[in-house]
């Protein structure tokens, strides 16, 4: 938490703010509601931290996906995160993990789907 909170302390020093990117699978939906109530409690975040969240298609939640309203996911109240597993959903999405065969991310092949041809190019600064 130092890593978020000591940027948000320094950078009205230097003239900035805070940002920062919320990804969202299976577990990584943890560190978004993590990463998005810290975000809550910044005081120099004025950008909305990006998540892909609306394009995950199922849910593990008991009582289904966070509302976004707005454009921002609307931060539940209750203790700890403010969520509740759906045990059964999350069995069910393990087990079509475990069967996909995925080992790997492969952005690429991914890509080519929308644009034929694509290839990745590392960015060079």
């Known amino acids: 938490m130092d890593s978020f909170v000591e940027p948000d302390l320094l950078s009205p020093k230097l003239g900035r703010s805070v940002w920062g990117n919320v990804v969202i699978s299976c577990l990584g939906f943890f560190v978004c509601l993590c990463k998005s109530h810290l975000g809550a409690a910044l005081s120099t975040l004025r950008y909305a931290f990006d998540t892909h969240y609306p394009w995950q298609e199922d849910?593990?939640?008991?009582?289904?996906?966070?509302?976004?309203e707005n454009g921002s996911v609307q931060l539940p109240d209750g203790p700890g995160l403010g969520v509740e597993?759906?045990?059964?959903?999350?069995?069910?999405?393990?087990?079509?993990?475990?069967?996909?065969?995925?080992?790997?991310?492969?952005?690429?092949?991914?890509?080519?789907?929308?644009?034929?041809?694509?290839?990745?190019?590392?960015?060079?600064?």
């Open 59 to 68: 849910e593990i939640l008991v009582g289904g996906k966070l509302r976004i």
């Open 85 to 125: 597993l759906d045990r059964a959903a999350l069995a069910r999405a393990h087990a079509r993990y475990l069967a996909c065969g995925l080992v790997r991310r492969d952005d690429e092949a991914e890509m080519q789907k929308k644009q034929p041809g694509w290839r990745f190019q590392k960015t060079r600064y």
